[in-house]
């Protein structure tokens, strides 16, 4: 039997943040007619019998964006909604990728998991079909009743990166468009400064970011204030050709190679040097 003893925290009305293990932060939030289900995880043990303890209600599914640890557990359910751009990766993704995700993540809590790793993560079953994909698109808003829920779109981290504004909790969901540990390889910097900076632009709608991974903050709490505008300097720095890169060992550990980033503060930031501005 696949394992549903997934951590979890209500730290707002009708609001659960969704512990994978370490491995990934899935929110729940639930209006009076539905329910959406923010992420679908590394794919570790049953999703669905973790969510159905909570809520009952119609599911509405969507995906931040398309990376494998946001997507593993999408074929437990019907329908997803997910950017076109970031549409095509496979779901899930390579098992022995996620396994192996799994494990260096395991390693660095010293192992003290409920789950199994070649039980719990795993190819689909025959009852799990490829779900039915719907395209997310700028500004297109959900109602769960009495609960709207805006998506929009914030490309930096993967091309098809998206966010959720709930204005009703005052939370803002951006899967890994930010954290202190942040990737933007996938775009210019040009490009991911302004996403950035349409997240501060919404910032009186909300009072707090939550991000795909709680490794930088503590379950059911935002990152800290310092983050984004951290990672707004960071990026102009590089825009205007100030920044100081470092080689900086792997966040997984010495199993995988380090990145090239820039530091300021407790914010790291990983970028292409070859994808700075956008090309004429």
């Known amino acids: 039997m696949?394992?549903?003893?997934h951590p979890m925290v209500q730290f707002k009305p009708n609001t659960w943040e969704i512990d994978e293990f370490d491995c990934a932060s899935i929110f729940l939030l639930e209006g009076k007619e539905k329910a959406m289900l923010i992420d679908c995880g590394m794919g570790i043990g049953d999703l669905r019998s973790v969510v159905r303890k909570i809520t009952r209600k119609p599911l509405v599914v969507v995906i931040t964006h398309g990376?494998?640890?946001?997507?593993?557990?999408?074929?437990?359910?019907?329908?997803?909604?997910?950017?076109p751009k970031d549409a095509g990766h496979p779901i899930p993704q390579d098992i022995e990728r996620r396994r192996d995700d799994t494990r260096l993540i395991a390693a660095r809590q010293k192992n003290m998991y409920p789950y199994d790793l070649y039980v719990d993560i795993r190819e689909p079953g025959p009852d799990e079909p490829m779900p039915i994909i719907h395209h997310l698109y700028d500004g297109q808003k959900f109602d769960l009743g009495g609960r709207v829920i805006t998506a929009y779109e914030c490309p930096g981290h993967s091309v098809g990166q998206m966010m959720f504004l709930d204005e009703q909790s005052r939370s803002l969901f951006c899967g890994d468009a930010l954290n202190y540990n942040l990737g933007m390889r996938a775009t210019s910097i040009e490009v991911a400064v302004q996403s950035l900076e349409r997240i501060r632009d919404l910032g009186s709608y909300y009072d707090g970011i939550y991000n795909g991974h709680h490794d930088f903050r503590a379950l059911g709490k935002p990152l800290g204030d310092d983050c984004l505008p951290t990672a707004i300097e960071i990026c102009h720095d590089l825009l205007e050709g100030t920044a100081t890169p470092i080689m900086v060992p792997?966040?997984?550990?010495?199993?995988?190679?380090?990145?090239?980033?820039?530091?300021?503060?407790?914010?790291?930031?990983?970028?292409?040097?070859?994808?700075?501005?956008?090309?004429?």
């Not at 997984?252 to 040097?273: C, S, T």
């Open 250 to 280: 792997s966040f997984w550990g010495p199993e995988r190679p380090g990145r090239l980033m820039v530091q300021k503060g407790k914010n790291y930031i990983a970028f292409d040097p070859d994808n700075i501005h956008e090309k004429k």
């Open 2 to 5: 696949l394992t549903d003893l």
């Open 67 to 83: 990376h494998i640890d946001h997507t593993g557990n999408a074929r437990q359910f019907e329908e997803i909604w997910i950017h």
